[in-house]
């Protein structure tokens, strides 16, 4: 029996990277980029290019770092927008360039203040100046789902004209439902001429919780390219979840019949894990495929069910989407090698001395910790690794309190490599810690959150703490962890304080980030 691919294009990078406190430095995003790789995506949208020096440079090192799956970059039809795309670009084995503009009325009217004459040939320009620079262009018609579907017909008719091999229907607000949004992949197949040699692909956000039931009606209605994001994460509710996108074309193949994906599904646990261990966001516990409790059978009588055959209550098994049980995976007398597989595993390849710290700080760790957890072994990882590269870093700390004295703590903090001390007293040992800590940075930020979590259970548990901040209308999350919870709190703190350092390092050269 032959296949057909729904090609799974990520944009986690990019309309992911843009909801509230998901902000992402470059060796997260390259640590991310890689392990999207190893899951098998087709497409992954690396970011915007013209939005800020960063997001360029994010963009350009992605696509020089992976040589398997094409590299895309977000830009509007503005002609200096798809230069810059380009530029980003031009070290990638694959790359494909995305451009976009509004199609709605009321985008018209209201945003872009163009007549749909004057639309069409923008997309006309556009895309003939993307494929100047490279032959994979894929268009999107923002706001499609509330376009007039004739309208659409003929803006879709100019893109392919114009030479785009993609054409992407966004449902940019999250307004469609299922019925509709399939009826419109059915009337543009039907009515754009030469459909057949272009990929109509999806994209839709989650403001009505509908994006994954929309992509998948789409899906049954000829699309065959879904864009999502690891966890579902995104502008406002959110985008498609990738993970249950692949997992329902999987589970279903009665219903998705001769459809498959290239994604390797072992990947996605350790994919979902290693981007909550980067943004610091939690996955909701019965989050669909990869929540906490996705797999947990409470009720007796499907734990009774589940022990006499898995099928009375399990429709996929843990282990198909790489979640295997959170056992003891290493100990203190495990070696190099054993560790250096649990990293790869968990989606960390570390070489030379990134790995050697992180090693010492696994034998450290196992010396306080009987039992070592996968969970524990990514925090060391993110926490040695993915900050590398950062202002910020603690040094020392050390904290009185008690029932009677006033709780005071004692900073050393690395900045910029040159170390600082200072002392504070605060309401209780956390707070003297980040009092002392923003004293030593110069920092004016809100602290608006702060969660504590145990990423593991037992006495001897690491303590998992994210806090909230905010500066000059920003906010971002920062998150550590470690067996001492006054630690873990010290090294979410400096964590937020490197992010917010980091946006204000980044000069912004376009527009501002967001569409
Ligand atoms: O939601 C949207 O319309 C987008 C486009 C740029 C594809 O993110
Ligand atoms: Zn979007």
Redesign the pocket.
Known sequence: MSFETVRIFD?TL??GEQSPGCSMNLSEKLSLARQLEKLGVDVIEAGFPIASEGDFESVSRVAEDLRETTICG?ARTGAADIERCAAALERAAKPRI?T?IATSDIHLEHKLRMGRERVLEEVDRAVRQARGYCDDVEF?A???TRSDWDYLVQVFQAALEAGASTL?V???VGYTTPDEYGALIRHLRKNIRGIERTVLSV?C?DDLGLSVANSLAAVRAGARQV?CTVNGIG?RAGNTSLEEVVMAIKTRPDVFANLETRVRTHEIYPASRLLSSIIGIPVQPNKAIVGANAFAHEAGIHQDGVLKHKLTYEIMTPESIGKTASELVLGKHSGRHAFADRLSELGFELTGEAFETAFRRFKGLADKKKTIFNEDIEAIATDTVIRTDEPYHLENLSVVTGTTATPTATVELAIDGESRTTSAEGDGPVDAVFKAIAELAGSKSELVRYQVNAITGGMDAQGEVAVTLSEGGRRVIGQGAHTDIIVASAKAYVHGLNKLQWHKRRRPVGEPKG?
């Open positions: 944009t990019r309309d977000l995305h976009f999107s923002e706001d499609a992407n966004p449902d940019t994209h956000h864009e502008e569409i």
